[in-house]
T-cell receptor
Framework: DARVTQTPRHKVTEMGQEVTMRCQPILGHNTVFWYRQTMMQGLELLAYFRNRAPLDDSGMPKDRFSAEMPDATLATLKIQPSEPRDSAVYFC????????????FGQGTRLTVV | AQKVTQAQTEISVVEKEDVTLDCVYETRDTTYYLFWYKQPPSGELVFLIRRNSFDEQNEISGRYSWNFQKSTSSFNFTITASQVVDSAVYFCALSEALPGNQFYFGTGTSLTVIP
């Protein structure tokens, strides 16, 4: 049963600490998305990769957020330093054929910054 | 400007009633794709359907049906004979062929089915 795997599922950290979230996309998918979900903003696209190359990260605060794909089986989203306003659920999704095909979402990482 | 509008923030229905979730989109592309996702209380986002802009045929899958009308830029979702398990937040999304194929999500409609 192919699925997108995200770790950790939950993370509580203190303000100022570094947070790294990991995502294993579905094997064979060439597109990876990072979304952030909050009550106020809904689902926001943070970054988007195709064939491991970043295509769009305009939704990401560049001073503290970074997203990478070290290889085809791993995508990372890092926040350094973290702030309370970063508290949200972060979703990774993968898809084939870019945005023309459906994206499959992981279960999300619930981040709480205190 | 919002590319996907889900005007209904919350809907409550009694079990076995039919319910329609509205989705209106905006795009200048002639090639685009529309999607519906379900987010149950457990939190994951579950893909329900994909439709491309060249296929206006309505689709039915069990109790679920989708009505795509390009003339009104709408892609509405109907649940027939609703069940408690249908309680979730439902998101409509749009993907354009250019420039980057990213997904634009609506703000979601929270559906509560009352037993």
């Amino acid at each position: 049963d192919a699925r997108v795997t995200q770790t950790p599922r939950h993370k509580v950290t203190e303000m100022g600490q570094e947070v790294t979230m990991r995502c294993q996309p579905i094997l064979g998918h060439n597109t990876v998305f990072w979304y952030r979900q909050t009550m106020m903003q809904g689902l926001e696209l943070l970054a988007y990769f195709r064939n491991r190359a970043p295509l769009d990260d305009s939704g990401m605060p560049k001073d503290r957020f970074s997203a990478e794909m070290p290889d085809a089986t791993l995508a990372t989203l890092k926040i350094q330093p973290s702030e309370p306003r970063d508290s949200a659920v972060y979703f990774c999704a993968s898809g084939a054929q870019g945005g023309t095909a459906e994206a499959f979402f992981g279960q999300g990482t619930r981040l709480t910054v205190v | 400007a919002q590319k996907v509008t889900q005007a209904q923030t919350e809907i409550s229905v009694v079990e076995k009633e039919d319910v329609t979730l509205d989705c209106v989109y905006e795009t200048r592309d002639t090639t685009y794709y529309l999607f519906w996702y379900k987010q149950p209380p457990s939190g994951e986002l579950v893909f329900l359907i994909r439709r491309n802009s060249f296929d206006e045929q309505n689709e039915i899958s069990g109790r679920y049906s989708w009505n795509f009308q390009k003339s009104t830029s709408s892609f509405n979702f109907t649940i027939t004979a609703s069940q408690v398990v249908d309680s979730a937040v439902y998101f409509c999304a749009l993907s354009e062929a250019l420039p980057g194929n990213q997904f634009y999500f609506g703000t979601g409609t929270s559906l509560t089915v009352i037993p």
